[in-house]
């Protein structure tokens, strides 16, 4: 069956620093790509997407690139601030369902 | 427009209780579903909806009941809680209408204590 693999967490960056969470899939046929941001106490709202190979996503600074040679869709940012930290989960989606990573927790200190 | 939907956003339940979380949506979307949350372990389907009136297991079923009457609303219910239940819920809708990217929306979750 379809599977996502994130880097696993927690990640400490200070302010300005630059982020890449790891993401890799396994799906049949061509999935849909997903970055979905958990802010405390809230739901899942989505960060970017990308439909097709070689799309790039990008939203608030933050970028991926469907790669589907390495099967990888890595989250991006040049430049992080203390507002990003939160928990960061890549997804896919293929038939009828969206299939979560484990999510990444991610923490920014100024 | 007020999204998706969720109630109550706490509770605390005994084991052996029943109880129904809400879940209703103002997008007119088709599909909807029911996540839980745990530590490390991301989040797991419980059951899916893709139309009134059709319900099927996701990952994780057992011990819940779900039932879709109307496209709006698409509670789940606990019929005999259990500590293992404890979690959060999330419930997300899709629309599934022709060039649809799959996206989901969230509900701000309902987090579930059973002592």
């Known amino acids: 069956g379809d599977s996502v693999t994130q880097m696993e967490g927690p990640v400490t960056l200070s302010e300005e620093a630059f982020l890449t969470i790891n993401c890799t899939y396994t799906?049949?046929?061509?999935?849909?790509l997903f970055w979905y941001v958990q802010y405390p106490g809230e739901g899942l709202q989505l960060l970017l997407k990308a439909t097709k190979a070689d799309d790039k996503g990008s939203n608030k600074g933050f970028e991926a690139t469907y790669r589907k040679e390495t099967t990888s869709f890595h989250l991006e940012k040049g430049s992080v601030q203390v507002s990003d930290s939160a928990v960061y989960f890549c997804?896919?989606?293929?038939?009828?369902?969206?299939?979560f990573g484990s999510g990444t927790q991610l923490t920014v200190l100024p | 427009n007020a999204g998706v939907t969720q109630t109550p956003k706490f509770q605390v339940l005994k084991t052996g209780q029943s109880m129904t979380l809400q879940c209703a949506q103002d997008?007119?979307?088709?599909?909807m579903s029911w996540y839980r949350q745990d530590p490390g372990m991301g989040l797991r389907l419980i059951h899916y909806?893709?139309?009134?009136?059709?319900?099927d297991q996701g990952e994780v079923p057992n011990g819940y009941n779900v039932s879709r009457s109307t496209t709006e609303d698409f509670p789940l219910r606990l019929l005999s809680a259990a500590p293992s239940q404890t979690s959060v819920y999330f419930c997300?809708?899709?629309?599934?209408?022709?060039?649809?990217?799959?996206?989901?929306?969230f509900g701000e979750g309902s987090r579930l204590t059973v002592l």
């Open positions: 997300a809708s899709r629309d599934t209408g022709r060039g649809n990217t799959g996206e989901l929306f």
């Open positions: 997008m007119n979307h088709e599909y």
């Open positions: 799906a049949t046929g061509y999935p849909s």
């Open positions: 997804a896919l989606t293929s038939a009828r369902q969206l299939t």
């Open positions: 909806s893709v139309g009134a009136g059709i319900t």
